[in-house]
T-cell receptor
């Protein structure tokens, strides 16, 4: 079945780069997403990548997709304390209207 | 635009009670969905709707009912609350089914069932 896995916790120092990893099982995924959730808030879409792309860059964010290994990563350059949050990876399934599969979320802690 | 609104923000129920979580969006989005978020489990899809009058089950539909009589509203009903339904519930909307369009999330309803 479909499954999305993430490591649960990452701690970095302010100014360093953060890399959050995600693996998925469904090779028919069309879009893969990264969401950010701050404490007590809903989810905010950060960026997404279409499954026929290898990389997407958006300001401090870089998404890398390895379709062969079904591995997705989110790199945050020059990480700031305001980046502390939970980051969710999600995939949408081809041909299945409206279904998003989420990972468990990675808590990013940024130390000053 | 108010975006996606959810009420109430917090709710405590006793086992066996019923209640309706409200969700509304003012963006004329066709697609709406309900998720529950539990620690260490990410978000799981409960029910979704691709338009007024059309609903379908997600990953964890048992114990929940939905209806979509208008484009704007998508209420989630708990008919007989159970402690296992203690969770944070998020409603989301999108112009079309998930793809390149942004999915907008509401602020969430934190539900505790005693």
């Amino acid at each position: 079945g479909e499954d999305v896995e993430q490591s649960l916790f990452l701690s970095v120092r302010e100014g360093d780069s953060s890399v959050i990893n995600c693996t998925y099982t469904d090779s028919s995924s069309t879009y893969l997403y990264w969401y950010k959730q701050e404490p007590g808030a809903g989810l905010q879409l950060l960026t997404y990548i279409f499954s026929n792309m290898d990389m997407k860059q958006d300001q401090r964010l870089t998404v890398l997709l390895n379709k062969k290994d079904k591995h997705l990563s989110l790199r945050i350059a020059d990480t700031q304390t305001g980046d502390s949050a939970i980051y969710f990876c999600a995939e949408s399934i081809t041909g299945n209207t409206g279904k998003l599969i989420f990972g468990q979320g990675t808590t990013l802690q940024v130390k000053p | 635009n108010a975006g996606v609104t959810q009420t109430p923000k917090f709710q405590v129920l006793k086992t066996g009670q019923s209640m309706t979580l409200q969700c509304a969006q003012d963006m004329n989005h066709e697609y709406m969905s309900w998720y529950r978020q539990d620690p260490g489990m990410g978000l799981r899809l409960i029910h979704y709707s691709v338009g007024a009058g059309i609903t379908d089950q997600g990953e964890v539909p048992n114990g929940y009912n939905v209806s979509r009589s208008t484009t704007e509203d998508f209420p989630l009903r708990l008919l007989s609350a159970a402690p296992s339904q203690t969770s944070v519930y998020f409603c989301a909307s999108q112009p079309t089914r998930p793809g390149a369009d942004t999915q907008y999330f509401g602020p969430g309803t934190r539900l505790t069932v005693l």
